[in-house]
């Protein structure tokens, strides 16, 4: 009976001690976590704690020691902390000011702002005239967040009739941000502005003047008068025109800007100072000399059919008032004079009075 009581201990033992390593293994890291020391005594069930004898005493050197899981990595992946905070771009709804820089003009300014040249014009109206060869170095120029306008209030004006102006709806005026109306006015008659104080003006548009050579005809050169010293006086008669043009200088290439209505009524035509300058078509000329609106020395053709030819920046003028000319016959030299920075040629096609794109008219 004493040896089958010994081995029935001996089981007991065993299987109390098989239950111990196992929720050891299966509980220790929640154990680890929660720093209770009490709790592991507690993890094995009371019923199954055997009555030890002296005879079962060596089993307990058999358990492996105690191994912290947290420093083999079984603790998971820890979430790093950062400090920066994304924070999306924002439209700019302010004017801001740009101080021009040698080399400027209104076309490269309006494309570093991604603006319209007119909005620079319009932005700038009392500094730049209306005019976009005044554009000078040293010069601070307001530059709008959007295309459109900005406009000075006046004593008297009101939201309506200052919309109407630029040809914009007053409620374009009165939600812009960039304005700070109150947010509670829903009415263009209750906003209150004081004067002095400058509005953008989104979209909003006003009368661009056009500082080119003006239509000058052989029946009336003398239109042109006021225009510089190379104006001519008396009546002509002579070439008439084909109504096919040919290309004005040797080189083909625009050296920088395009035709843009109302803004560069022509296209600048690169070339070295110096390269000859061609009569697009048969003609006579009714403007040779200087000009006071930024062309420097300039040629206007008269070709007899309703077309006019303008070309200016010329660094030498080699024909004079009332001179007959013919399809590519030399006029002039290519130069930088007047407005202008860099030679080239600022070349113009006129028709019935109105500007046209030369590209249209000239193979």
Request: proline share 7%; net charge negative.
């Amino acid at each position: 009976m004493r040896v089958l009581r010994t081995i029935t201990v001996w089981t007991v033992n065993l299987l109390a001690a098989g239950l111990v390593l196992l929720a050891l293994v299966l509980g220790w890291d929640r154990l680890q976590n929660e720093g209770n020391a009490g709790l592991l005594a507690s993890a094995t069930p009371s019923l199954l704690t055997p009555t030890i004898t002296p005879e079962a005493r060596p089993l307990a050197g058999v358990l492996p020691p105690l191994v912290s899981l947290a420093s083999e990595g079984r603790r998971g992946i820890a979430r790093r902390t950062t400090m920066h905070t994304t924070i999306p771009p924002r439209e700019r709804v302010d004017v801001i000011t740009y101080t021009v820089q040698p080399g400027d003009s209104l076309f490269s300014i309006a494309a570093e702002f991604n603006l319209k040249p007119e909005t620079i014009l319009w932005g700038n109206f009392e500094t730049l005239e209306e005019n976009p060869h005044v554009v000078n170095a040293g010069q601070e120029l307001n530059i709008l967040p959007v295309d459109g306008a900005y406009y000075q209030w006046q004593e008297g004006d009101n939201l309506v009739k200052v919309a109407e102006f630029f040809k914009v709806a007053p409620q374009v005026i009165l939600e812009y941000p960039g304005n700070r109306f109150d947010l509670t006015i829903t009415s263009p008659e209750e906003a209150e502005v004081e004067p002095g104080t400058w509005l953008i003006i989104p979209g909003g548009r006003r009368a661009l003047r056009d500082w080119g050579p003006p239509p000058i005809t052989r029946a009336n050169p003398a239109s042109a008068a006021y225009y510089g010293a190379g104006s001519c006086g008396a009546v002509y008669e002579g070439a008439v025109g084909t109504y096919t043009f040919v290309w004005p200088t040797v080189s083909r290439d625009i050296s920088g800007y395009s035709y843009t209505p109302g803004v560069h009524p022509g296209l600048d035509i690169a070339g070295a100072e110096g390269n000859p300058v061609y009569a697009v078509d048969n003609g006579v000329v009714v403007f040779s000399g200087w000009s006071d609106f930024g062309y420097g020395y300039m040629i206007v053709i008269d070709h007899g059919t309703g077309w006019q030819s303008a070309y200016a920046h010329l660094s030498a003028v080699g024909v004079t008032c009332g001179q007959s000319v013919f399809q590519g016959t030399v006029i002039g030299a290519v130069g930088n004079t007047g407005r202008s920075y860099g030679a080239h040629l600022h070349f113009e096609l006129i028709l019935n009075g109105a500007k046209v794109n030369p590209f249209e008219a000239i193979p």
